[in-house]
């Protein structure tokens, strides 16, 4: 039998196959711990970012609410309160002078509904703004205050249009806030401020457009989808040019 064993050469095997070298025990060992090790890193890895994703706290986009008894207020929210306070600051003024200087009875009645309904809706305001913790102005804003210049100005059919145009494109603005924060607010103070508010303003701008001196085409109306439209010029009296 042995003449038929082929001799080995250096490195070859018997009967011509090749001799795999043997790698230390050791060695060995330590690649297959560290397979292991490998394995169990790639299966622990995602189990572990999806618990880390879990338990992350969502990140609010608005940084600007509060918490409050009522619920949270939001920046729309301050917003509008501080809206409703200054309207009644410079509406109540412009309805006196309606009272004193229009010379039609639609401006009065114009008048005297701006004085009352801004009464009650200034202390509504006032209550509100107290729940919610929150200042608000205590004079009209400088826009305001030139607006009320303009009345004490102007005399006759020149004042009756402007005090219809200037009240009517405020009221326009504040209600289109309005309308936004009653759908949107999760405030129950603000929720109820602006159910009150919807009322009086609506009131009033239909009491001034009662007066038939409103220039629809010359309002000023809101920004299409702003949460606070920017202050806009005043409509110009009938005649005048700009």
């Known amino acids: 039998m042995s003449s038929l064993r082929k001799k080995r050469g250096p490195g070859g095997a018997a009967y011509g196959l090749p001799l795999v070298s043997r790698v230390p025990r050791s060695s060995a060992t330590v690649l297959i711990i560290v397979a292991m090790i490998l394995t169990a890193a790639a299966l622990v890895y995602p189990v572990a970012k999806s618990a880390g994703a879990y338990r992350a706290a969502p990140v609010s986009d608005d940084q600007d609410v509060v918490q409050t008894p009522s619920g949270p207020l939001t920046a729309l929210d301050r917003d509008f309160v501080k809206r409703v306070r200054l309207a009644g600051l410079w509406e109540i003024p412009a309805g006196r002078m309606a009272l004193a200087k229009g010379t039609t009875p639609e401006v009065k009645v114009a008048g005297q509904h701006l004085i009352d309904g801004h009464t009650d809706l200034d202390r509504a305001v006032l209550t509100a703004a107290q729940t919610l913790n929150q200042s608000v102005p205590s004079e009209p804003s400088a826009q305001q205050q030139g607006w009320l210049r303009q009345l004490e100005a102007a005399q006759g059919p020149e004042f009756d249009e402007l005090f219809a145009n200037l009240l009517r494109s405020a009221h326009g603005q504040v209600f289109a806030v309005l309308a936004q924060v009653r759908a949107s607010t999760q405030n129950a103070t603000v929720r109820d401020l602006a159910s009150t508010a919807n009322g009086t303003v609506l009131d009033h701008m239909n009491v001034l457009e009662d007066t038939r001196l409103v220039k629809f085409d010359k309002l000023n ?20 040019t700009r």
């Open 221 to 240: 109306p809101a920004p299409a989808g702003s949460a606070t439209p920017s202050a806009s010029r005043p409509p110009a009296p009938a005649g005048s």
